[in-house]
């Protein structure tokens, strides 16, 4: 039984030490893709980039990709997290799919645990924590973990078309486990209020597409 594993990258340098582990753990190697944007600095290239409107890349990602015999690159223009995603689970071919943001770390424990899933056949995804970690510390304040669904059987999921904070939609059985997903956040104060700044105005967006509308009381007392 084959399993998709697709995750976006940055930092190919990143993404090669997370496709060696992969291999290690017995994940063949036809059975991995990258997604990836905003990266050919990371290849060699030293091109200045330019952005469109909402801030995304417009660079030399495609050439350098393509620049590898064992890559293959599939464009599709920045709709959203949720219909970005969805188009690329659309690309996948395996039975089971195993989607990561680039932030993300799979656990010596969850990868145990997708392979036991994988081999009893007897769910549909695999619902686990996700720990949030600055710098390689646990957050004092401003941070939370979260429950969230990376693995799932390709037939049962789906994302729905928003813009900002994507969930999988999971028709059949779901396990929980206790196994882990570690979320790096290292970002500086500045990058996460820029950050905090974007996904607002992205979730405004979606609410206003629903015919939602706020408030000035709703402005002043509401945090980000």
């Known amino acids: 039984m ?8 940055d930092n190919y340098s990143d993404a090669q030490r997370a496709v060696t582990s992969l291999e290690a753990a017995g994940v063949p190697h036809s059975d991995l893709s990258i997604v990836a944007n905003n990266s050919d600095s990371w290849y060699g290239t ?12 417009l ?10 015999p064992n890559v293959r690159f599939s464009h599709h223009d920045w709709s959203g997290f949720g219909e970005q995603k969805q188009h690329a689970l659309s690309l996948c071919s395996a039975e089971w799919v195993l989607n990561l943001d680039a932030d993300e770390e799979l656990t010596p424990r969850y990868l145990a645990e997708l392979k036991q899933v994988i081999a009893a056949n007897d769910c549909d995804a695999l619902q686990s924590h996700r720990i949030l970690l600055r710098w390689g510390k646990r957050p004092r304040g401003f941070g939370k973990d979260d429950l969230l669904i990376r693995l799932f059987r390709k037939r049962c999921g789906h994302y729905p078309p928003v813009k900002v904070h994507e969930r999988i939609i999971i028709e ?16 500086t104060f500045g990058e996460r209020m820029q950050k905090s700044n974007q996904y607002s105005e992205l979730k ?3 609410k206003f597409a629903k ?7 709703h402005l002043v007392l509401a945090f980000p």
Not at 59 to 68: L, N
Not at 172 to 187: P, Y
Not at 211 to 217: A, I, P
């Open 172 to 187: 059949g059985r779901v396990k929980a486990t206790t196994a882990e997903i570690l979320h790096h956040e290292n970002l």
């Open 211 to 217: 015919g939602k509308r706020s408030s000035v009381l």
């Open 2 to 9: 084959s399993v998709t594993i697709s995750r976006l990258y």
């Open 46 to 57: 030293d091109k200045k980039v330019d952005r469109d409107r909402d801030g995304f890349a």
């Open 204 to 206: 405004a967006r979606d």
């Open 59 to 68: 660079d030399a990602t495609r050439a350098v990709a393509e620049s590898f």
